[in-house]
């Protein structure tokens, strides 16, 4: 058995959420205003089951080779008129950018699954939650997400 040591991070961590925004290539300036942003997670995929007639007490597991990146949530302001904007959004696969607080950017190939609004109501701010499934190919071309340090 091998024992490990945590060591400290080296990296800087971020403090606050405060500013992240999403940017379309097809629509860099569609009319949302980024409530809350959940970047995209990274998956592993479940694990392949390795377990034969052979193993005398524990099931045995493998890892998959291949990543995925998870679905990204955002809940948004917006303008009625925007619409128009999400139908020609809607399914367009292509580079999206997520800008972090700290400068930082992830592009990534996706699209633009989903654009649902909230109820409207008097008194409160009408948010829409929107979607976004990364599918990491252009054109038939795998394209893997790309992370920008800030400058």
Not at 107 to 122: R, T, V
Request: proline content about 8%; aromatic content about 8%.
């Amino acid at each position: 058995m091998t024992t490990t040591a945590r060591t400290t991070p080296t990296g800087n961590i971020l403090e606050d959420g405060y500013q992240s925004l999403i940017a379309f290539a097809e629509d860099a300036d569609v009319d949302l205003w980024e409530r809350s942003v959940q970047p995209p997670g990274i998956d592993g995929g479940d694990t392949i089951d390795i377990t034969t007639m052979h193993n005398a007490a524990w099931r045995t597991s493998s890892p998959r080779a291949l990543l995925s990146l998870t679905p990204i949530s955002i809940t948004v302001g917006y303008d009625p008129k925007v619409y128009d904007q999400i139908i020609a959004l809607i399914n367009v696969n292509g580079w999206i950018t997520i800008h972090f607080p700290d400068g930082s950017t992830l592009d990534f190939i996706g699209f633009l699954k989903s654009f649902a609004p909230n109820e409207l109501a008097e008194g409160s701010m009408p948010e829409a939650s929107c979607e976004i499934v990364p599918t990491n190919q252009l054109a038939g071309v795998e394209t893997a997400p790309e992370y920008t340090a800030p400058a």
